[in-house]
């Protein structure tokens, strides 16, 4: 049997004491026995015993004499604590099924969401953005996690307030930098969130809106989650041919709004960066040795899942979705569209350039139902069945899918990933 079949994950290891040890006879809820405890904490397993007692770890060692209602038998498998999701995306289904059995059967208890965008704080602006018939039963995160309790969860739950939703609220989805009274009402969101609970504040800085915040505007941010003890998350502006600009700029604001940070999805992205992850590395140890706080997590596999609109330029996007498929509609503007993304460039991350070639992006999913056939297929041969280039079938699509197309995108090398984990 593959040893990942053979993992049996318990929930409550969170809540262990650093000092439980080897109790005397006694009775429990759960003994679970003859495991190997991989217990968090960067030890080499141990063979041990594990008690439960009323929903928590009661001990751990030799517990041979103790007495349970229930013995699992962990012969030769691992026991460790339910794994943490740091990049999730479930905050909306989660009140579809509480159950979250995509997270569970794979010994994930805990979720952390809110990658640049946030499930809350909202307006009405947001939602008719979002495409969104249903109105939600909250506008800020306390009343979301309000509702998530009413509904019932398996899994533990957080959320990062996203800089974009922030921005969204006040500025909208222009390109433009927020006047002074404005960057104070964002932060003003900001802050009602981390009071909400919120983790801390997040970017997502590759997809417009958030492609046209500044440095300073994200620093003002940052200051204020810090003032509640919150951290700075942040999918970077480039992974790619700018990898190095783009973590200088999440040192410098580290550095200025004295935040620990955490690295969304730490990648070398593009076929030209293969083989960059040591520099990647070297670049944030040294950034380390200088007392920032920096961490990252990372992907196990060489693809990265992205909406298909991603791969248009950012200027494109100014205005929200509507004003995207009005200019991929327009002839002249969708000939500057193409141009864009056929010109290697350091203003953008041109993941047109950096993947290996077309046969790099795979529909996901689709939202118009006479596209679903395009659900697993690769964008070069969707365009040979098209008689059509690949980088108009990508306009295509986005056209008749209304800009809502979830792509996977092969753009990773295999020792970059090993390296990173």
Request: proline letters at 6%.
């Amino acid at each position: 049997m593959h040893p990942l079949t053979r993992l049996l994950f318990v929930v409550a290891f969170a809540l262990l004491a650093p000092n439980a040890q080897a109790a005397p006879a006694t009775s429990y809820d759960i003994v679970i026995r003859n495991g190997h405890v991989i217990d968090g904490t960067g030890s080499p397993w141990y063979s041990a015993d594990i008690a439960i007692k009323d929903g928590r770890i009661a001990a751990i060692g030799g517990l041979g004499n103790a007495d349970a209602k229930q013995v699992i038998d962990a012969h030769g498998m691992v026991v460790a604590p339910g794994f943490i999701d740091m990049l999730d995306q479930s905050g909306h289904t989660l009140l579809v099924d509480g159950h979250a059995p995509s997270k569970i059967f794979q010994g994930i208890t805990t979720l952390v969401t809110g990658e640049g965008e946030s499930i809350a704080p909202l307006d009405d602006r947001i939602l008719a953005e979002e495409g969104s018939r249903a109105k939600p039963a909250w506008r800020t995160l306390d009343g979301y996690f309000d509702v998530l309790q009413k509904h019932g969860i398996a899994v533990n739950l957080g959320t990062y307030v996203g800089a974009a939703t922030a921005r969204e609220m006040v500025i909208g989805y222009g390109d433009r930098e927020p006047t002074p009274d404005e960057l104070k009402q964002m932060q003003a969101i900001v802050a009602r969130a981390m009071r909400d609970g919120a983790f801390g504040v997040s970017t997502a800085l590759q997809y417009p809106p958030a492609t046209y915040s500044t440095t300073p505007e994200l620093t003002a941010l940052a200051k204020t989650a810090a003032s509640y003890g919150g951290i700075y998350a942040t999918h970077m502006r480039s992974e790619g041919n700018g990898e190095a600009a783009a973590l200088d700029e999440v040192f410098d604001i580290a550095r200025t709004a004295h935040i620990p940070v955490e690295i969304f999805h730490l990648k070398v992205a593009g076929h030209e960066n293969w083989g960059s992850m040591p520099k990647v590395i070297a670049k944030i140890d040294a950034a380390r040795a200088q007392g920032l706080d920096i961490s990252a997590d990372t992907y196990a596999y060489t693809a990265w899942g992205n909406d298909l609109a991603s791969f248009i330029p950012p200027w494109a996007h100014a205005g929200g979705t509507t004003k995207l498929l009005e200019r991929l509609q327009d002839p002249q503007t969708r000939a500057r569209i193409e141009r864009d993304m056929q010109t290697p460039s350091d203003a953008w991350s041109n993941d047109w350039l950096e993947v290996p070639g077309p046969h790099a992006v795979e529909i996901t999913s689709v939202q118009n139902p006479s596209l679903k056939n395009l659900e697993g297929r690769r964008l070069d041969e969707i365009a040979s069945s098209w008689h059509a280039k690949p980088i108009d079938t990508l306009i295509d699509i986005l056209i008749e899918d209304h800009a809502a197309t979830d792509v996977a995108v092969f753009g990773m090398s295999q020792p970059d990933v090993t390296l990173a984990l």
